[in-house]
């Protein structure tokens, strides 16, 4: 989803014709062309960064659970 994402917002932001007309469109066309391993082009960073955040965000949560005095069910 993401790759769509980026090269929708890509392609608005450039002055060139239109490639893809909308989300599907976009997928169907990569799938087409690049093959379907192509869907995930970038996926290693986004995980990358979501990975920490993520455990972070868990670890705050449970830190906060234990200073308000909630027991862990």
Known sequence: MD???TRLM????SENVRIYRNGFHCGYKV?????????YKGGFAIFARLGPQ????????????????????
């Not at 993520?54 to 069910?73: Q, Y």
């Open 10 to 13: 890509l392609q608005q932001a």
């Open 31 to 39: 799938i087409r062309k690049e093959g379907p391993l192509a869907l």
């Open 3 to 5: 790759m769509i994402k």
């Open 54 to 73: 993520t455990m972070i965000t868990f670890i705050l949560c449970e830190k906060l659970r234990s200073l308000a005095g909630l027991h862990k069910m």
